[in-house]
Every structure is written in C-alpha cells, then in structure tokens.
C-alpha cells in the first residue's frame, strides 16, 4: 500500500511560482507519478506525469513550458513546479501513482491506483 501526501500549495499572485511535492510513504520508484486538478465546478483534469525513472515527462497543454515535473527516487517525492501561474490555474492540485501506465494513458485518472489528498493552490490576479 502506498500512501501520498501532497504540500507547498497556497494563496498567490498571478505571475509568482509555487512547488508542490509528493511524498509517498512507500517506495514508489517502480510508479508512473501524475499530477491532475480539480477546478470549483469542474471535472478533475491531467496536469503532468513522469515515468518511473524521470527521463520522461508529458503535460497538458494548458501548462506546457510553465510547470516542470520532476522526481526524486531516493527521497521518494514527486515535485510540480509551477511558474507563470495564472488564475486559471486555481484548482486543488492532487499527485497519483500507479504501474505500468503507457506514456499515452497517463492522463486518464482511472490508470492511478493511488491518490493523495490534494493541496489548494489559489491564484489572485
């Protein structure tokens, strides 16, 4: 069972920088680790995820060229860093893992085994 719990969310300003990480209580290397959020009255959508060893990234449009995933294997974190944030990058931010998910199917949250609670990342403008 692996457990995870995300931080470093928070109230910010358009244009300003955050860092989300993702610790996971178990050893997750062997996992695809995705980011996805949920927007008040909408559905939760994919954000980014990496592959099990980090040398492959993938993201939804609306964030590329602004956030930057990243792991650290040895720590067992999963980072989200966002810059250039917008308004409408408010949402509760959530991490998840699960095995063996293709690069194609990693944005579709019914390939996650596991979840963590959320953070709330709020930006004003």
């Known amino acids: 069972q692996v457990q995870l719990v995300e931080s470093g969310g928070g109230l910010v300003q358009a244009g300003d920088s955050l860092r989300l990480s993702c610790a996971a209580s178990?050893?997750?290397?062997?996992?695809?680790m995705g980011w996805f959020r949920q927007a008040p009255g909408k559905e939760r959508e994919f954000v980014a995820a990496?592959?099990?060893?980090?040398?492959?990234?993938t993201y939804a449009d609306s964030v590329k060229g602004r956030f930057i995933i990243s792991r650290d294997n040895a720590k067992n974190t999963v980072y989200l860093q966002m810059n250039g944030l917008k308004p409408e990058d408010t949402a509760v931010y959530y991490c998840?893992?699960?095995?063996?998910?293709?690069?194609?199917?990693?944005?579709?949250?019914?390939?996650?085994?596991?979840w963590g609670q959320g953070t709330q990342v709020t930006v004003s403008s």
């Open positions: 998840a893992g699960g095995r063996g998910i293709s690069l194609y199917s990693t944005r579709f949250e019914s390939r996650y085994n596991y």
């Open positions: 990496i592959d099990t060893s980090g040398g492959i990234t």
């Open positions: 178990g050893r997750t290397f062997t996992y695809t």
